[in-house]
T-cell receptor, first 114, second 111 residues
Framework: GAGVSQSPSNKVTEKGKDVELRCDPI?????LYWYRQSLGQGLEFLIY????????KSGLPSDRFSAERTGGSVSTLTIQRTQQEDSAVYLC????????????FGNGTRLTVT | GENVGLHLPTLSVQEGDNSIINCAYS??????FIWYKQESGKGPQFIID?????DKRQGQRVTVLLNKTVKHLSLQIAATQPGDSAVYFC??????????FGQGTRLTINP
């Protein structure tokens, strides 16, 4: 079956522009996560959704970052007024929502802010 | 916050040898632990998981060991192959639904 799909796979944007990153989770997965991975680093938690609600937004770095999920499926991560330090790979993952089940990751969106 | 760290950032082994990747954690309340493999340009791929009521779990060529006393997790890969070259991350559950990841160990398999 299809895995987690993220688009675009690469995005180059100018400093100050807004960007939208999209995630299509595995069908039927109720929980969806966004992580950020800087070059050579581990994964930094940003936000997770259970259904359309976000019980934990604690990882969003600033108010320039926001995310939404509609229909319990597709999620969009929006970064406003991008800065160079926002350059990273943004990874999305989904899981059936059961406690203690592994996350299934997409291949990420590589964002470069020039 | 949780601290998940690795003993070595890089590990090189000869093809066919066994490899062991280690991970230390500080949150004794964590009850679920996972190892992921990440190849260049791809997202992390699930390898194996273990719950806190176990101390060992085996998969195909991989074994995870959990020592809750010293808060230590390890991944053993038997008879390493070139395809095992990747970055390996440990992760642990913080709260009901959040996974916290370590910084990763780069495993290189020498022919």
């Amino acid at each position: 079956g299809a895995g987690v799909s993220q688009s675009p796979s690469n995005k180059v944007t100018e400093k100050g522009k807004d960007v939208e990153l999209r995630c299509d989770p595995i069908s039927g997965h109720t929980a969806l996560y966004w992580y950020r991975q800087s070059l050579g680093q581990g994964l930094e938690f940003l936000i997770y959704f259970q259904g359309n609600s976000a019980p934990d937004k604690s990882g969003l770095p600033s108010d320039r970052f926001s995310a939404e999920r509609t229909g319990g499926s597709v999620s969009t991560l929006t970064i406003q007024r991008t800065q160079q330090e926002d350059s990273a790979v943004y990874l999305c993952a989904s899981t059936p929502g059961l406690v203690g089940s592994p996350l299934h990751f997409g291949n990420g969106t590589r964002l470069t802010v020039t | 916050g949780e601290n998940v760290g690795l003993h070595l950032p890089t590990l090189s082994v000869q093809e066919g040898d066994n490899s062991i990747i280690n991970c230390a954690y500080s949150n004794s309340a964590s009850d679920y632990f996972i190892w992921y493999k990440q190849e260049s340009g791809k997202g992390p791929q699930f390898i194996i998981d273990i719950r806190s009521n176990m101390d060992k779990r085996q998969g195909q060529r991989v074994t995870v060991l959990l020592n809750k006393t010293v808060k230590h997790l390890s991944l053993q890969i038997a008879a390493t192959q070139p395809g095992d070259s990747a970055v390996y991350f440990c992760a642990l559950a913080q709260g009901a639904q959040k996974l916290v990841f370590g910084q990763g160990t780069r495993l290189t398999i020498n022919p």
